[in-house]
T-cell receptor, first 115, second 112 residues
Framework: AQSVTQLGSHVSVSEGALVLLRCNYS??????LFWYVQYPNQGLQLLLK??????LVKGINGFEAEFKKSETSFHLTKPSAHMSDAAEYFC?????????????FGSGTQLTVLP | DTAVSQTPKYLVTQMGNDKSIKCEQN?????MYWYKQDSKKFLKIMFS???????INETVPNRFSPKSPDKAHLNLHINSLELGDSAVYFC???????????FGPGTRLTVT
């Protein structure tokens, strides 16, 4: 079984400031981890993924995340926030179920970027 | 060139009605999923189909029945709609053996 905990349902940063969104996971097998972004009234867009290769993963729009097994974490960061980054962010862990890969999502973090 | 599409985008209906949501993907994937996002934005998987075969069937009421006519389509039929069914339903797809999933734009279902 796997689970994801996102610390902080709401995070506010000033434009240009560092973005840090926290994600901790629990998995009985080596995990595959993802960050998705959801803009208002839209579907989920894949930001980045960890699939057991490099522990520092770079994604789209300047985001990156680091897999830390010892801390069971996969925090999302961006050096400088932009107004367009305001959205809901979801961390997810994947485990196999036959030929399908079930995603288990965290509860989401709403990012607000202040001018 | 939409990758995963859903119709309709919005669906407003009364309790007790039966409705369907359609999903199509043109990515050549062989696995498709339905997720439900509740009012608190929590996402939970409902079903998964691989090559038209049901793989994942989470605990959802029998009133929900997925149907996959072919690999590119996965429809969701809901009977006897209830107020608690109001949510956003997302379709997603992936390749078997590949972990990332690609999501459709969602269907916002409102039951009155």
């Amino acid at each position: 079984a796997q689970s994801v905990t996102q610390l902080g349902s709401h995070v506010s940063v000033s434009e240009g400031a560092l973005v840090l969104l926290r994600c901790n996971y629990s998995s009985s097998v080596p995990p595959y981890l993802f960050w998705y972004v959801q803009y208002p009234n839209q579907g989920l867009q894949l930001l980045l993924k960890y699939t057991s290769a490099a522990t520092l993963v770079k994604g789209i729009n300047g985001f990156e995340a680091e897999f830390k097994k010892s801390e069971t974490s996969f925090h999302l960061t961006k050096p400088s926030a932009h107004m367009s980054d305001a959205a809901e962010y979801f961390c997810a862990v994947s485990a196999s179920s036959g030929s399908a890969r079930q995603l288990t999502f965290g509860s989401g973090t709403q990012l607000t970027v202040l001018p | 060139d939409t990758a995963v599409s859903q119709t309709p985008k919005y669906l407003v209906t009364q309790m007790g009605n039966d409705k369907s949501i359609k999903c199509e993907q043109n990515l050549g994937h062989d696995t498709m999923y339905w997720y439900k996002q509740d009012s608190k934005k929590f996402l939970k998987i409902m079903f998964s189909y691989n090559n038209k075969e049901l793989i994942i069937n989470e605990t959802v009421p029998n009133r929900f029945s997925p149907k996959s006519p072919d690999k590119a389509h996965l429809n969701l039929h809901i009977n006897s709609l209830e107020l608690g069914d109001s949510a956003v339903y997302f379709c997603a797809s992936s390749l078997a053996g590949v972990y990332e999933q690609y999501f459709g734009p969602g269907t916002r279902l409102t039951v009155t």
